[in-house]
């Protein structure tokens, strides 16, 4: 059963920086497509909003209000998912969660893609 445990949330004053884990526990497939996602405000089919995916393609994206300011990793050896964020604003603010699949179909920002989830981790941002 594959598990993902998250880390690293907190607090931070606005301008911070953060750093976020995803440990990937039992990960058996060959490919992977993993991301991050915040909690809310939803979308419109009440779906938690994608903020960042990676693949094993090496394909990256990101969500529009945290281009250049965050950035995703994966440390493949250790089977570890990351997000630097940093310049950090109040808006920030939200639940994160890990999210993985086998590989992506397209549509590596929206959660339905992914099957597999972490608990969440809190972010806290004040001005």
């Known amino acids: 059963q594959v598990q993902l445990e998250e880390s690293g949330g907190g607090s931070a004053q606005s301008g911070g920086s953060l750093r976020l884990s995803c440990a990937v526990l039992?990960?058996?497939?060959?490919?992977?497509?993993m991301a991050w996602f915040r909690q809310g405000p939803p979308n419109d089919r009440g779906e938690r909003a994608g903020?960042?995916?990676?693949?094993?393609?090496?394909?990256?994206s990101y969500e529009d209000s945290v281009k250049g300011r965050f950035t995703i990793s994966r440390d493949n050896a250790r089977n570890v998912l990351y997000l630097e964020m940093s310049n950090l604003q109040p808006e920030d603010t939200d639940m994160y969660y890990c999210?993985?699949?086998?590989?992506?179909?397209?549509?590596?920002?929206?959660?339905?893609?992914?099957?597999?989830w972490g608990q969440g981790t809190q972010v806290t941002v004040s001005s």
């Open positions: 999210a993985a699949d086998a590989r992506c179909g397209g549509w590596e920002l929206e959660a339905w893609e992914y099957k597999y």
């Open positions: 039992q990960w058996t497939y060959s490919t992977y497509c």
């Open positions: 903020v960042a995916s990676i693949d094993s393609d090496g394909k990256i």
